[in-house]
């Protein structure tokens, strides 16, 4: 049974279409990257799987339960976690403090009035493991906006990691990072992914980390499906060439 199925998923602003019909399913386990130029959707699809926009038409179903109509919050205690293309972090806060927040914002039990210490201790314990296996632990008492670039993308990784996530979404993991930074990023991420326990989705402009980390991918063009499947085949396949105005190894 598939983790996440897309069905027919529409999203229309105005005359323009950001998602068009896209039909997916995103096995347990698995790690898809969706692909495509400038403007071809990416994002949007994201915010429809995540909830921040309501789609015009299809169905967004996650774990055998429609979740179509549920808010962001709702989604993320379902199990559904986020990075962002823009590194939303509390730069005063410790980097361990950002991953230990993060962890609380997923328990259930964050509100009642009582077991607070329990909450917070679970969300501590959960926290540092995510900082251990983003390779942060040497930076946990430092304030998060005096992280360098790439740290700072990894700290935002880790803090979707501590809330143990059932599918975890990556836009543009290393946008912004240098040669040097990616190369740290994506080794760090290989490892993170490397048990099969994770389910991810990944957006990501630079090939070779799309090729590096994902065995399927799934190429938007103006907001459709043109093809999907494993890299060899997207590869090859002359749309994809087409649309990306000469061909992956151009871009």
């Known amino acids: 049974m598939a983790l996440l199925e897309l069905d027919s998923l ?18 347990p386990g698995e790690v898809r990257a969706v692909i495509g130029p400038n403007g071809a959707g990416k994002t949007s699809l994201f915010h429809l799987i995540t909830g921040v926009v309501k789609p015009t038409e299809g169905i967004v179903r996650f774990d055998d339960r429609v979740v179509t109509g549920l808010p962001v919050h709702a989604r993320c205690q379902r199990g559904i976690s986020r990075t962002f293309q823009i590194t939303a972090l509390f730069p005063e806060m410790t980097t361990r403090q950002n991953a230990r927040l993060a ?29 251990a296996r983003l390779g942060l632990t040497h930076v946990a008492d430092y304030p998060a906006g005096l992280l360098s670039h790439g740290d700072q993308r990894l700290l935002e990784v880790a803090m979707a990691v501590a809330q143990q996530p059932r599918l975890l979404l990556l836009d543009e ?18 490892g993170l992914l490397s048990d099969g326990a994770l389910t991810v ?3 990501e402009h630079d090939m070779e980390v799309v090729f590096r980390l994902a065995r399927k991918i799934t190429v938007l063009h103006r907001g459709s ?7 060899e085949t997207v ?4 749309g994809v060439q087409s649309a990306y105005l000469g061909g992956l190894d151009a871009c």
């Open 103 to 131: 962890a609380q914002a997923r328990n259930p039990r964050r509100w009642y009035p009582l077991g607070g210490s329990a909450v917070f201790t679970d969300a501590a314990a959960r926290g540092d493991e995510a900082l």
């Open 235 to 238: 590869r090859a396949d002359p």
């Open 10 to 27: 529409t999203k229309r602003y105005g005359g323009i279409v950001a998602v068009d019909q896209v039909t997916m399913r995103v096995e």
């Open 173 to 190: 993991p290393t946008q912004g990072l240098s040669v040097e930074e990616t190369a740290t990023a994506v080794d760090v991420l290989a």
């Open 201 to 203: 989705l990944l957006v």
């Open 225 to 231: 499906v043109i093809a999907d499947g494993d890299p």
